[in-house]
């Protein structure tokens, strides 16, 4: 499986983005999707996760009724709308996949064993 991570960019306070990672493989819908951000000097942290489905989905409370995570299976494509951007949400973006059948979604690092590379998002207040 390879991911592949798309539509950081600049832009200033209060606009919007809308992040995509597309993934190789015929099996996209049996796994859980996430992204998590990198700011320079900071440890990775958790943005949000989707259940395979699409069902249901968790946020970061910093990101909360800000971003919105999405899937399209039949596109083998996950997206993460981030709307209202503030200059502390700029980081590198990154998608992650859990490939393991049954397990939960998570939200540390260590939950995911697939890594797209990332895509920089710089909000400028």
């Known amino acids: 499986v390879q991911l592949q991570a798309s539509g950081g960019g600049l832009v200033q306070a209060g606009g919007s983005l809308r992040l995509s990672c597309a993934a190789s493989?015929?099996?996209?819908?049996?796994?859980?999707m996430a992204w998590f951000r990198q700011a320079p000097g900071k440890e990775r942290e958790f943005v949000a996760w989707i259940s395979r489905a699409g069902v249901n989905a968790d946020y970061a409370d910093s990101v909360k009724g800000r971003f919105t995570i999405s899937r399209d299976n039949a596109k083998n494509t996950v997206y993460l709308q981030l709307n209202n951007l503030k200059p502390e949400d700029t980081a590198d973006y990154y998608c992650?996949?859990?490939?393991?059948?049954?397990?939960?979604?998570?939200?540390?690092?260590?939950?995911?064993?697939?890594w797209g590379q990332g895509t920089q998002v710089t909000v400028s207040s």
């Open positions: 493989g015929r099996t996209f819908s049996s796994y859980v």
């Open positions: 992650a996949a859990d490939t393991r059948p049954y397990y939960r979604p998570g939200i540390y690092s260590s939950d995911y064993n697939v």
